[in-house]
Each structure stands twice: as structure tokens, then as C-alpha cells.
């Protein structure tokens, strides 16, 4: 077991390190790794330690002992990919491209001329792949029928096509998502199995330790992320399970070679909350309320999407209000 199994695994102890003499072997071999030491592990210490001992440092060092040399070239290599424009000339797959948010992004992505735009969506709109295809030739759009709850297996095929097809992919973004509270479990599967699914099966090709370049991953989440909305509580503890899982992924950049940010919208105005229902139904006149509060037009919100796609940043907390964009600061780990 290497040590980020067992980092999973410590954090899902209540955010805690619980390490026994029972697991000594594996306790040494990880102390050994990344400098522990045994004081430190027999007693139960906050999260806050735990996500230091994931400090870039640390795990730099670690995956330079446990992994082969090539990783070194990789990061290097990654170094200098990341230095150019987030979007011209990049390959990138959109998950949930032609939704409200989805589309309008799209616009200012292929205005800012990727080599190519792989849409990925349930959704099967031919009018819209044409208007983006109109907007800038040299930009090639595609567009792949996906639907993010099909079973890991069946992503993995999916990129595995777009990969001998395209080589490299180097942005993905996760939009997916549905607000009903009615429907609890079809709404976990989408706005967070389906991300973690499409990211777990994009990481085969990525992944450093695969001999993978990197990439980067913009997940959509929302300011219910740490905001909650008590009407929706389904649906905003999804998208704050999104939120988690990024700024695990940006913790585990060192590691994989890839990186991760999240973009929070606020209030936009789109057919989202149209038909949606409140949990037990405490707040049937949502929909109502909900267009009372400002908010923000799709294409505000995607020229804020644009910037925070170009500046890149691993573990940046975007949100998106009001025609605003706002780098967010995450005091979680302070
Ligand atoms: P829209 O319904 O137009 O788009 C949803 C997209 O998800 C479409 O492309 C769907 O085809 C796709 N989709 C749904 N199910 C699946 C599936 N099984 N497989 C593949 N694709 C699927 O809604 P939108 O454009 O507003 O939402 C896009 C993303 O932004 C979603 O992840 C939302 O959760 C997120 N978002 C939207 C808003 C908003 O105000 N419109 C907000 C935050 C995040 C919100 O959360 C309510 C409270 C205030 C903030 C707000």
C-alpha cells in the first residue's frame, strides 16, 4: 500500500492520524517516507496536521524517492507546459458544455481559439456544436455523447477513444449537475459520483505515476458549497462534496501531476432550479425567491469563467457572482 492509500485512508478516521503498533510495518515504511515521527502518529492529531503532511514539499520528496526518475522530467516538463495560455491551443473536454452556464462558456472558450473542444454532454443539441463551430474554424468542436452516472468502466472506454483520437487533453471541466431534492440519489450521481468518475478515469492518462503528463481540472460547484441553502440540502451537500474532492485534487497535484480549482456560481440565471423541488418540500416557493435575489446573466458568468480558466491556479476557490469573479480564501486549513 503506498502512502497516499494510506492518507485516504487516515483521513476517512475522522480527520485524525490513528496509527496502532498493529500496523507498525506499514506505520515505519510510512514514517520513513515522509518524516514522521512516531510521537507524531501514535497520537491523535487535527486535520490540519494531516493536510501540512501533504504539503508540496513532502510529497515532492516522497514521489521522488518512491517513483522513478522519470516523474522529475514530468514535473519539469509540466513546469513549462503550464507557464503558456490556459486555453489557445489546448485540447479540452467539457463535460455538460451545452447546459445554461455550459454553452455561454463555451462561447468565450472557443472565441479564446483551443485547438479543439470535445463536449461531452447528455444532451444532443447539433444546432449549438454548429454555432460553435461557426464562431472560430480553426477551433475544431465535437461533440460525444456522455451521460457522467454510466459506470466508471464505461468513462474510462469513452477517454480512451478521445486519447487515441486527440493524444493529449490538457483542461477538463466538470459541470454536470441537476437541482431536485426529490430525487436524492440520482442527484448525488450526478453532481458528485459523476465528477469523481469522469476525474478517476481521466487520471489513467494523466497521472505522473502512469508516465502521464499532468492536466487540469476545473470542477463547477457552487457558492452552496459553503453556503448552504436549507431548501436544497441535497443538492448543495453535493456540490460541497465536489468542492472537498477538488481541493483534495489540488492537494494531490505534487503527486499526479494534476492540478485542480473550483468555480462556485452564484445565482445564474438558467432553467437549473425550474422544476426543482425542496427537500420534503420545506421550501416549495424556492423557484420564486430564487429569481427575487440578484444574480447573474450566463454570459456574465462565463466571462468570469474564461479568467479564472487562464489564471490557472491549483487549488483557487472561484466564485462567480454578479458578473464578478472572486478568488475565495479557503481558511479550512489554517
Ligand atoms: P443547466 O440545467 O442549464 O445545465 C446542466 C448541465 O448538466 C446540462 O448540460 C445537462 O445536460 C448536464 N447534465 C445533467 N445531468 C447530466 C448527466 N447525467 N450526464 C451528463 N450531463 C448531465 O443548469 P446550469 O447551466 O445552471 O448548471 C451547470 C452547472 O452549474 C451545474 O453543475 C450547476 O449545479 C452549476 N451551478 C449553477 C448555478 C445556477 O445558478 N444556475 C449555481 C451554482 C452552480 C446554484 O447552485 C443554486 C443556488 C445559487 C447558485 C447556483
Redesign the pocket.
Known amino acids: 500500500m503506498n502512502a497516499l492509500r494510506v492518507f485516504a485512508h487516515i483521513v476517512l478516521q475522522h480527520g485524525v492520524l490513528r496509527y496502532s503498533s498493529t500496523t507498525s510495518n506499514l506505520g515505519n515504511s510510512v514514517r520513513n517516507k515522509l518524516k514522521v515521527s512516531s510521537k507524531q502518529l501514535a497520537k491523535p492529531q487535527p486535520i490540519d496536521i494531516l493536510n501540512n503532511l501533504c504539503h508540496e514539499e513532502r510529497l515532492n520528496r516522497h514521489v521522488l524517492t518512491a517513483h522513478h526518475e522519470g516523474v522529475a522530467s514530468h514535473a519539469k516538463r509540466r513546469k513549462s507546459k503550464s507557464c503558456g495560455a490556459a486555453i489557445a491551443g489546448k485540447n479540452i473536454i467539457f463535460?455538460?458544455?451545452?447546459?445554461?452556464?455550459?454553452m455561454d462558456t463555451c462561447r468565450q472558450i472557443v472565441k479564446r481559439g483551443p485547438k479543439n473542444l470535445l463536449i461531452f454532454?447528455?444532451?444532443d443539441k447539433p444546432d449549438y456544436i454548429t454555432e460553435l463551430q461557426k464562431l472560430n474554424p480553426k477551433t475544431k468542436v465535437a461533440f460525444y455523447s456522455?451521460?457522467?452516472?454510466v459506470p466508471l468502466s464505461k468513462s474510462k472506454e469513452l477517454l480512451q477513444e478521445v486519447f487515441e483520437k486527440y493524444e493529449t487533453i490538457d483542461l477538463l471541466i466538470n459541470?454536470?449537475?441537476?437541482?431536485d431534492d426529490h430525487q436524492i440519489e440520482k442527484t448525488i450521481a450526478?453532481?458528485f459520483t459523476?465528477t469523481v468518475n469522469t476525474t478517476t478515469a481521466i487520471m489513467d492518462f494523466w497521472d505522473y505515476r502512469n508516465d502521464g503528463p499532468g492536466g487540469v481540472i476545473a470542477n463547477?460547484?457552487?457558492?452552496?458549497a459553503f453556503y448552504p441553502?436549507c431548501q436544497v440540502p441535497v443538492?448543495c451537500a453535493s456540490?460541497a462534496a465536489v468542492f472537498s474532492f477538488t481541493v483534495s485534487l489540488a492537494l494531490l497535484a505534487p503527486v499526479t501531476g494534476v492540478t485542480a480549482y473550483s468555480i462556485n456560481?452564484?445565482?445564474?440565471r438558467?432553467?437549473?432550479?425550474q422544476n426543482f423541488n425542496s427537500w420534503l418540500d420545506v421550501g416549495p416557493c424556492i423557484t420564486e425567491k430564487?429569481s427575487d435575489t440578484p444574480s447573474q446573466s450566463?454570459a456574465q458568468a462565463a466571462k468570469s469563467f474564461v479568467k479564472a480558466i487562464e489564471a490557472n491556479k491549483n487549488g483557487a476557490i472561484w466564485k462567480l457572482e454578479q458578473g464578478k469573479l472572486e478568488e475565495v480564501k479557503w481558511t479550512g486549513f489554517n
Open positions: 463535460v455538460a458544455g451545452l447546459g445554461g452556464i455550459g454532454d447528455r444532451l456522455y451521460d457522467v452516472t459541470g454536470a449537475g441537476i437541482m450526478v453532481n459523476g463547477i460547484c457552487s457558492v452552496t441553502n443538492y456540490k456560481h452564484s445565482i445564474t438558467t432553467t437549473l432550479g430564487l450566463t
